[in-house]
């Protein structure tokens, strides 16, 4: 690991980004004792522990949560600093920090991929979860939800086109339950449901001359991956309500048959956002302008 001069700052969010001492150890290429001697050394001079450990579990205090919500935003901007610093005059370099859901990262590896092959200097380092972060207070230096969740303070560019949800179920299933002529047909059916970040069930938003409903499906399986439901719908288990981004070749195939299309709504894509009051880093400016261009050739999902 190349040292800033501020490795103690370092170890401590490593530590709290794994949870374990000997995993961050080998994130930064240090010992274990290292690490250890780092977080005792701080915790000394401030003279407030950071972390609660036992043997089997390290975890922050609450006095260690504030003290992570302040120094990460400040630690990013140094990174971002050395890194344009030492990099050449319009060739990107450095790690672009990136938290996005989970579904999106396969929609998006295309992009991914290219820009990597794009700029050699360049590394990604993407995370992954449902939930809304603050991607300043975490450190993050861009973010992607659907436009529909991009907080109203931040810059929005769009990764994908807009695309539908559709109902969809193999061939299999709707030869042993009938096809739904209308939504309410919907509820002598099973689905398979989606697990949201807050806990509940998400129920199906239709809508038609711009009325909107919610239906609820009665659901055979609730899982939280996108994936499992794709997969649950190809086997037979249920409808599903998905985007058509999962289901393209399934729908040309045969594999999934969608119904009751003209109730399915248009939903905003995927966006990159980003605080508009900071300067642009280079390496997230390269970044949006490829989306464009690929977004533009249509080689993203749509």
């Known amino acids: ?19 374990s001492f000997r995993a961050a150890a080998r994130e930064l290429g240090l010992s274990a004792t290292a690490v250890s ?5 701080l915790e000394a001079r401030l003279n407030v522990r950071l972390f609660n450990r036992t043997t089997r ?8 949560r504030r003290y992570i919500a302040r120094i990460t935003p400040a630690l990013a901007e140094i990174q971002r600093a050395g890194e344009e610093i030492t990099a050449e005059p319009g060739v990107p370099t450095g790690t672009l920090r990136i938290n996005a859901p989970r579904e999106s990262v396969s929609l998006l590896f295309n992009l991914f991929d290219t820009y990597l092959q794009r700029y ?26 659907l436009a529909e969740s991009v907080p109203q303070d931040m810059i929005a560019s769009a990764l994908t086109p807009d695309a539908r949800m559709l109902i969809v179920g193999s061939p299999a ?13 919907l509820a002598a059916h099973q689905s398979i449901g989606m697990r949201m970040s807050h806990g509940g069930v998400y129920h199906w938003e239709l809508e038609r001359h711009q009325n909107k409903f919610t239906v609820n499906v009665p659901p055979r399986l609730i899982v939280s991956e996108m994936q499992v439901i794709h997969r649950a719908a ?25 119904i009751l299309d003209e109730w399915c709504p ?37």
């Open 1 to 19: 690991m190349q040292r800033s001069g501020l490795t103690e700052l370092e170890v401590v969010l490593a530590v709290a980004r794994q949870q």
């Open 57 to 64: 579990s390290v975890a922050l205090t609450e006095q260690g």
């Open 266 to 302: 248009t939903f905003g894509g995927l966006r990159l956002y980003y605080p508009g009051h900071r300067h642009v880093l280079p390496a997230l400016r390269a970044f949006i302008e490829l989306a464009h261009e690929l977004n533009t050739r249509q080689t993203l999902p749509r």
């Open 173 to 185: 299933y709707f030869s042993r339950h009938g096809i739904p002529q209308t939504p309410d047909d």
């Open 234 to 258: 190809l086997a037979g288990l249920g409808l599903a309500f998905i985007s058509q981004w999962f289901i393209q070749d399934d729908l040309a195939n045969g594999k999934l048959i969608s």
């Open 120 to 145: 050699p200097q360049m590394k990604l380092d993407i995370t992954t979860e449902s939930r809304m972060i603050d991607i300043v207070a975490e450190g993050y230096d861009a973010g992607i939800r």
């Open 37 to 41: 001697n780092a977080v005792a050394g």
